[in-house]
């Protein structure tokens, strides 16, 4: 069974702020995928990043940042500088990828709140 | 880019109806994927399907059904609907079993 553990359930910062949202997983697949979605409020699942299980190279993309460490079973994602628009809920989620399919296993998201 | 396209955008329906919602995937993806989001819940996976065949199935209940059809679009049906199936519903599609990217959603409403 996969497993995804985001223990923030909601964070508060101000503007320019950095922060970072823990991604904790769970799984027995050798082969695997995480990602990264952002809901805002306006309610679509905005996809952010994908990582392969093989591929533990840190990425950069402008103020976003992730770190995968696989001892660790994380997958941590930081803003940079947050701004107002960065406010939404951001989900980490899990998939294998095996001939059972490669269903999105999510964790229970942590609602980012930016204030001016 | 072309998107997954879902409508209706707002269902509101009583108890016992039925609904059908509707998915159009990104051209040449080969996987289609339902979800259903309850107020304040992560996403749960309730079904999918490769090249028109099922896939794999999770927490759907039995009054749902979906299929695809040759085209590729996706409807999802769902019948005798209770105050429980008030959610969001997205579609997703993927190629190659990589990136799922998400419709922007239905939102169902059950009085």
């Known amino acids: 069974a996969q497993k995804v553990t985001q223990a923030q359930t909601e964070i508060s910062v101000v503007e320019k702020e950095d922060v970072t949202l823990d991604c904790v997983y769970e799984?027995?697949?050798?082969?695997?995928?995480l990602f990264w979605y952002k809901q805002p409020p306006s309610g679509e699942l905005v996809f952010l990043i994908r990582?392969?299980?093989?591929?533990?190279q840190n990425e950069i993309s402008g103020r976003y940042s992730w770190n995968f460490q696989k001892s660790t079973s994380s997958f941590n994602f930081t803003i940079t500088a947050s701004q107002v628009v960065d406010s939404a809920v951001y989900f980490c989620a899990l998939s294998a990828h095996n001939n059972a399919g490669n269903m999105l296993t999510f964790g229970g998201g942590t609602r980012l709140m930016v204030k001016p | 880019a072309a998107g997954v396209i879902q409508s209706p955008r707002h269902l509101i329906k009583e108890k016992r109806e039925t609904a059908t919602l509707k998915c159009y995937p990104i051209?040449?993806?080969?996987?289609v994927y339902w979800y259903q989001q309850g107020p304040g819940q992560d996403p749960q996976f309730l079904i999918s399907f490769y090249e028109k065949m099922q896939s794999d199935k999770g927490s759907i209940p039995d009054r749902f059904s979906a299929q695809q059809f040759s085209d590729y679009h996706s409807e999802l049906n769902m019948s005798s609907l209770e105050l429980g199936d008030s959610a969001l519903y997205f579609c997703?599609?993927?190629?190659?079993?990589?990136?799922?990217?998400f419709g922007p959603g239905t939102r169902l409403l059950v009085l």
């Open positions: 799984t027995r697949d050798t082969t695997y995928y």
């Open positions: 990582r392969n299980s093989f591929d533990e």
């Open positions: 997703a599609s993927s190629w190659n079993q990589e990136t799922q990217y």
């Open positions: 051209p040449r993806h080969d996987t």
